[in-house]
């Protein structure tokens, strides 16, 4: 039987003049793939990762309780979402949406809080991947806001509306 993708031209290839950095040629988009999503700066990173970890030692905290898997902890799970909102690393409206729908059963909550502390470390792993793929690729986004502190709810909004909703 034929292969039917031996008939096919091969794809055109990039001309190595060495002219630019030759990692953003090998980074460059594909013909007929949506262009990739802005890397993020660092002041974006700076926030997402101080985000990240925030909301995974919370729930580093909740999986050491003893009684996880075992016992109703809703109120420990509610205790270190009361600290994110304190702190100002999540609003009410994100921390309602993650546990408003914290179930009683004991091996649910335990299986809740695993995920989203696997969820935030893979969040922080990928921000982090990102940013460093634009630096060595020399498309980081030069220039722009420091972290400020008292402007991390802007610098995270500014990286969220780079993200597609999922």
């Given at each position: 039987?034929?292969?039917?993708?031996?008939?096919?031209?091969?794809?055109?290839?990039?001309?190595?003049?060495g002219?630019?950095?030759?990692?953003?040629?090998?980074?460059?988009?594909?013909?007929?793939?949506?262009?990739?999503?802005p890397?993020?700066?660092?002041?974006?990173?700076?926030a997402?990762?101080?985000?990240?970890?925030?909301?995974?030692?919370?729930?580093?905290?909740?999986?050491?309780?003893?009684d996880?898997?075992?016992?109703?902890?809703?109120?420990?799970?509610?205790?270190?979402?009361?600290?994110?909102?304190?702190?100002?690393v999540?609003s009410?409206?994100?921390?309602?949406?993650?546990?408003?729908?914290?179930?009683d059963d004991?091996?649910?909550?335990?299986?809740m809080?695993?995920?989203?502390f696997?969820?935030?470390?893979q969040?922080?792993?990928?921000?982090?991947a990102?940013?460093?793929?634009?630096?060595a690729?020399?498309?980081?986004?030069?220039?722009?806001?420091?972290?400020q502190?008292?402007?991390?709810?802007r610098?995270?909004?500014d990286?969220?509306?780079?993200?597609?909703?999922?």
């Amino acid at each position: 039987m034929m292969n039917p993708l031996a008939d096919q031209p091969s794809p055109p290839q990039p001309m190595s003049g060495g002219q630019g950095n030759p990692l953003a040629q090998l980074a460059a988009p594909l013909a007929g793939l949506p262009p990739p999503m802005p890397a993020p700066s660092a002041a974006q990173t700076t926030a997402a990762v101080k985000r990240f970890t925030a909301v995974a030692n919370a729930m580093r905290t909740v999986l050491a309780n003893p009684d996880l898997g075992r016992r109703n902890i809703r109120p420990a799970i509610l205790d270190q979402a009361s600290k994110l909102m304190a702190s100002r690393v999540l609003s009410l409206p994100e921390v309602m949406n993650a546990i408003g729908k914290v179930s009683d059963d004991p091996l649910e909550q335990k299986s809740m809080v695993a995920g989203i502390f696997n969820q935030a470390q893979q969040a922080e792993s990928n921000v982090l991947a990102h940013h460093a793929a634009a630096v060595a690729t020399g498309r980081v986004p030069r220039g722009g806001a420091k972290y400020q502190a008292a402007d991390h709810d802007r610098h995270m909004s500014d990286l969220l509306a780079s993200y597609p909703k999922v």
